[in-house]
């Protein structure tokens, strides 16, 4: 299997999925998605797999970044599935690495997991990788470990990510691991709270520094105006205001809350910083007993997260409710609370199992594709195999001797080499035909055909023009023993023991041998040794009368 990027080769597809990428970049993500739909369409009228591969890589981003995640996974399984069928390891991290992130938000953690794993090892394996690939599959894989609420695994992988990027200099890039350290961390915290009553220790998380200094003191950096970095330092903020509200600093961590939310409203409303955002206004009325709007935050965070498909914020808000309930001694709305909560579990459960019997049947249909390839690929070497040989001899036939004979002719005329072609025809073949029957002549024909491939060593090729006349290409010939070749091809003809193939039978061949010349055609060549073989015919008729 080629392990080469999956590239576009036609200039207007690479257009729009160039742009489509830098729309997804500058966060114009509604004007990216339809470049890249126009991308697909155009990619599938020209029948172009690698166009089609990316184009629903793009589509698949775009999808996330909206929050659309059922359509992310689905569009994502794609991309990943065509670069996997057209052997684009590269490509296939990429789409993995995308899906990966998309199974852990929706609550297939142990799909996100597999996705993630397989991301890292292509993206390691692959030389076409592009550099960042791997820091980023680490990345996702730290999301998926964190996720399956396996810290330790994702504070080691998010940490290997963060040195990725900054062993390259990339020091906005390296605030998206950064900011997946401190959100996995923040739920660790959470957890420890639900199920001891209180946070374990807060210490780990506020030694995640929140910004690398080199961020900090280039803040007009290119990469840094980018909107995928704005968001995510957003996000990066949101976790300070959580750990300062964690350490009951309230004021400072709501004023924090209203700066975020006075630069979302500036045009960045990312549903991932919105809902963020709902969780930490949450907290910051819980921790000051403001139960009413606690409550009103919790499920507003409820709503919002199930329309955006998280289904991992979907499952805390559900723990937060289900805490402030019980804070207040609303036992029954809690253990209501609960009830939804395991109800969203099992049907997480049932989701993730049915995609999984869907991703079978997209191994299998690979699978029968391959195969399906696989034969057509055979057919069709097998019926080029018959397109240029002769049916009756199965040596080569003309159309054969016309596709091979240019480049040897111009390969000869470089290397000084001269090859030679010898005409053979069989003398008074119509007669053999009249006198003993067509099934002899066909019998004789093969014959003569076996005689001749003997001459043949590599390189050299034996041809049935068509009637009685046959064709032996020899890749090289000496001049002084062009004669010999000629001489010795009609001896063979003339003492083979054709009473073996019917009685009173005998057959006799003329040959002529012409070496290539550097203005020659194949027609040219062909020409030239038709007349030197006609001169040797006619002056054995000639002998013979
Ligand atoms: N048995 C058989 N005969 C064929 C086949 N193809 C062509 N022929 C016959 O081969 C004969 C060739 O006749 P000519 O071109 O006159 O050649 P010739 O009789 O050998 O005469 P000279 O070349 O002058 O010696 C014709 O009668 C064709 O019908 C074939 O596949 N099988």
Redesign the pocket.
């Known amino acids: 299997m080629p392990d080469a990027p999956l590239l576009s080769s036609d200039p207007t597809h690479v257009t729009l999925l160039f742009q489509a990428q830098a729309a997804l970049m500058r966060g114009d993500v509604d004007f990216s998605q339809t470049l890249s739909k126009s991308a697909l369409l155009h990619a599938q009228r020209q029948n172009d797999a690698a166009g089609q591969a990316r184009a629903l890589l793009y589509l698949a981003q775009g999808d996330r970044q909206l929050s659309r995640l059922r359509r992310a996974r689905e569009t994502a399984e794609r991309a990943a599935q065509m670069f996997q069928t057209h052997g684009d390891a590269a490509g296939e991290a990429e789409a993995l690495t995308t899906l990966a992130n998309v199974l852990s938000l929706m609550g297939h953690s142990a799909d996100g997991l597999e996705a993630a794993m397989l991301a890292l090892k292509l993206s390691q394996s692959s030389p076409a990788s592009h550099p960042l690939a791997e820091a980023m599959a680490c990345n996702y894989l730290g999301v998926a470990y964190a996720c399956s609420q396996s810290f330790d695994n994702a504070a080691e992988l998010l940490e290997r990510s963060v040195r990725m990027f900054e062993a390259q200099g990339l020091w906005a890039e390296s605030c998206l691991p950064r900011y997946h350290q401190r959100y996995a961390e923040m739920h660790r915290c959470f957890l420890d709270r639900y199920y001891h009553g209180t946070f374990l220790s807060l210490d780990r998380l506020t030694q995640i520094a929140a910004l690398p200094e080199q961020v900090t003191s280039q803040p007009g950096s290119v990469r840094s105006l980018l909107c995928p970095y704005r968001k995510t330092r957003a996000l990066l903020d949101l976790t300070h205001a959580f750990e300062l509200c964690w350490q009951g600093d309230l004021d400072e961590a709501s004023r924090r809350a209203d700066t975020i939310s006075a630069s979302v409203a500036k045009g960045m409303r990312q549903p991932a910083v919105i809902l963020l955002e709902m969780w930490l206004r949450t907290e910051i009325a819980w921790a000051a007993e403001d139960w009413m709007s606690a409550e009103a935050h919790a499920q507003c965070l409820l709503q919002s997260a199930a329309r955006a498909e998280n289904e991992h914020l979907r499952a805390t808000a559900y723990l937060l409710l289900i805490q402030i309930y019980s804070a207040q001694g609303k036992d029954l709305q809690a253990q209501a609370q609960q009830r939804l909560w395991k109800m969203q579990e099992m049907h997480l459960r049932k989701e993730a199992l049915h995609s999984r019997e869907e991703r079978v049947e997209w191994q299998m249909r690979v699978r029968a594709d391959r195969q399906a390839s696989r034969h057509l690929e055979e057919k069709t070497r097998h019926l080029e195999r018959l397109a240029m040989q002769d049916a ?1 001899t199965g040596l080569y036939n003309r159309r054969y001797l016309e596709q091979i004979v240019p480049a040897l002719l111009s390969d000869a005329t470089e290397r000084q080499r001269a090859p030679a072609l010898v005409f053979v ?7 053999i ?1 009249d006198r003993f029957s ?1 099934l002899v ?2 019998e004789v ?1 093969r014959t003569v055909g076996r005689i001749l491939s003997g001459f043949v060593r590599e390189g050299d090729v034996s041809v049935r023009l068509g ?2 006349e046959f064709v032996v290409l020899f890749s090289h010939v000496e001049a002084q023993s062009s004669t010999s070749v000629v001489a010795r091809i009609h001896k063979a003809v003339n003492e083979f023991d054709w009473h073996s193939v019917h009685p009173g039978l005998s057959v006799s061949a003329s040959a002529g041998l012409a070496l290539a010349d550097s203005q020659d055609t194949l027609a040219s060549w062909l020409h030239r040794c038709d007349l030197q073989m006609y001169v040797e ?1 006619d002056s054995r008729y000639q002998d013979l009368a």
């Open positions: 009756l025809d069989i003398d008074h073949f119509k007669q035909n067509h002549g066909d024909l009637g009685d015919k």
